[in-house]
């Protein structure tokens, strides 16, 4: 709220208002939010509507009081500063601007050109009965428009429905007879295959008959094909049987010829090594006889030699 504020004009060079405009437009505005709530409640209400005017009144009076006082009751500095206020960008609907510049000129237009008076004895109520009812018009304006898209919006919204309606009912025939076509022919297809079904079946009991006869006929063809066969088979397997008989007793044969053979090389062998040792053996015993005896005559030869020298070394001694 717009409250205790010194309002000073620009004039003789004097200082700025200590509440400044913009501070001031942007209160300003949430109060015009709130006249217009009031009016738009007051145009809607049934019933014990009184106290939106009051409500509407009192807040005008203590903003319009505030403002005059603030400006020491000068009309002119008034007029400035509300001037500044509804040309601040913060207003940023027109009716926000529309109000503020309404309100300024009620405002200044009530108050007189003696400060003292406008100090002492300014009247609020005039000009915010004033206010009240262009707001009040203002707000049932309002209410009747929004109640007159409202209606218009319903509206539309139901023929918008109707015509939804409309097309989904037209869209669900259109289904339902899609479906009860999609079934007949869904009818005559599974006809159809069955049909073919049957035919396939008779067709394939056919064939697999055919093919069992001719199965049959090759298992028996087979079956006299395996018998001579196997006949073919035992007459060439007792023959081989025979044939390996006859090499095994022929390979018998040859290993006993052949370990008769080993057996009497390897007792000639064992002879002419008997003999052989019995040779060496000998050879041997002849050496060692002949060494003996040499070594025999070396002794009593040497034995003959020490007599004498032990004879001349006994002789010298003495």
């Not at 100090?119 to 929004?146: H, N």
């Not at 339902?176 to 022919?185: I, L, M, T, W, Y």
């Not at 040779?279 to 050496?287: D, G, Q, W």
């Not at 003996?292 to 004879?311: I, K, Q, R, V």
Request: glycine share 2%; aromatic share 2%.
């Amino acid at each position: 709220m717009i409250a205790a504020v010194e309002l000073r004009g620009r004039r003789n060079g004097k200082a700025q208002m200590q509440m400044q405009p913009q501070v001031a437009a942007q209160t300003l505005k949430a109060v015009e939010d709130n006249w217009l709530k009031h009016s738009m409640d007051f145009a809607a209400c049934e019933d014990d509507c009184a106290s939106y005017p009051k409500a509407f009144e009192s807040s005008c009076e203590t903003v319009a009081l505030s403002i005059v006082r603030g400006s020491s009751g000068d009309r002119n500095v008034v007029s400035e500063y509300m001037s500044d206020v509804c040309n601040e960008a913060v207003l940023t609907q027109d009716w926000h601007r529309d109000r503020c510049q309404a309100f300024a000129t009620a405002l200044t237009s009530a108050m007189s050109v003696d400060t003292a008076i406008n100090r002492e004895s300014f009247d609020t109520q005039s000009i915010c009965t004033g206010l009240w009812t262009t707001a009040a018009a203002d707000g049932k304006a309002r209410v009747e428009k929004e109640r007159a898209e409202r209606a218009a919006a319903e509206k539309k919204a139901a023929e918008e429905r109707a015509a939804a309606e409309k097309k989904a009912a037209e869209e669900r025939a259109a289904a339902e007879k899609k479906a009860a076509e999609e079934a007949a022919a869904e009818k005559k297809a599974a006809e159809e295959r069955a049909a073919a079904e049957k035919k396939a079946a008779e067709e394939r009991a056919a064939a697999e008959k055919k093919a069992e006869e001719e199965r049959a006929a090759a298992e028996k063809k087979a079956a006299e094909e395996a018998a001579a066969k196997k006949a073919a088979d035992e007459a060439a397997a007792a023959k081989a049987a025979e044939e390996a008989a006859a090499e095994k007793k022929a390979a018998e044969e040859a290993a006993a010829e052949k370990k008769a053979a080993e057996e009497a090389a390897q007792k000639k062998a064992a002879e002419e090594a008997a003999a052989e040792k019995k040779t060496v053996a000998e050879a041997a015993a002849k050496v060692a006889q002949n060494q003996t005896a040499a070594t025999n005559s070396t002794a009593a030869n040497a034995t003959s030699s020490t007599a004498p020298n032990a004879t001349v070394a006994k002789t010298q001694t003495a």
